[in-house]
């Protein structure tokens, strides 16, 4: 799939410098975040950004999330409320990505929102370096290719994408793992479009209750999608997944959450000891290496509903749904 260029593999000090100047001549660099690895580019040019949806094979053009620096400039894009200042002060840099209205003088290409009226941004505590070095705003999904399980490492980049970006800035295995928790406060009242790395008990805590995103139940029969790239099927490995198993068959892969599943020809363990941090920073990582295992099939553990477990799970009801394509 070779798109006729080597990616550079870039890491330290000088990867960042090389990552930055990549950026500013509009080109493609994949870099690590806490959560993920996005795949990025110079929002404010629709050609760079256009380019994220040829890598990425993304069959529509889904709203992308700007990556900054610092709130300052996250918030000279976009209006921030109160609610959005005190999540801010509170959450970034961290895994929690904000949906605020564009201000007229923002430069992100529209083509990055979408053409939405909306702006998701967020300040990830990893990336730091390349954010400060580039100066602006960089427009990142996560760098695997449309439909397949985010990269946690520079090795997943690049077996996704090799050869058809310019470089990965390689910044070790994301700690987190999921990717941003994305909260829509443009309608007033804040309304959670996405599990993820912030716990939404910790969101409640720090603004009292929040409207829910659809479920993907509810996707799935109304496509109403208020956030389109929340597509029932985003997360999908190549095996079917089946969720909540308390066995697994000879012919089917584990993906273990403690002593669960029991059995398995191939057993991926999350956490041993249940925690719900370790278990969501291995989550892909497990998901890609029973994939290869090549079974019948995914047997999923099941995993409590609350903090990362909630994004845990989505993650995985998103797995075992039913296919969309094309993917
Ligand atoms: O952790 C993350 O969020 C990673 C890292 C790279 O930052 N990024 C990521 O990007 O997961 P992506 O493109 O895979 O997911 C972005 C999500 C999508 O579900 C998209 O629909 C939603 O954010 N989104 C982006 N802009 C939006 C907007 N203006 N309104 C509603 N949803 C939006
Ligand atoms: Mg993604």
Redesign the pocket.
Known sequence: MSAGFVTERLAGAVGVARAAVLLREGKLVAFG?E?????GADATRPDAVAAIFAAKGRPHF????C?YADAEAAFADVVADATARLLAARFWPG?L?L?LPRRVTCRVALLA??G?E???V?V?AAGQDLLRAFGGAVA????NRSGQV?PTSAEHVLAGLSGRIAAVLDGGPCP?G???T?L?L?AGRGFL??Q??VPEEAIVDAIGPVGRGITPGQAETTRN??????LVS?YAPGLPVRLGATEAADDEAALAFGALPSGGAARFQLSSGEDLAEAASRLFEGLRWLDRAGLRGIAAGPVPDRGLGRAINDRLQRAAAPREGPR
Do not use: K, Q
């Open positions: 975040t959560t993920v690895y996005g795949l889904n709203p992308l999330i990556h895994p990505t949906v929102g979408a939405l909306t702006l998701a967020r990830p990142a999904p996560s760098a985010s987190v999921v990717e941003s994305v829509d443009s479009l996405r993820g790395g999608l208020r956030s389109p790239g929340l985003h």
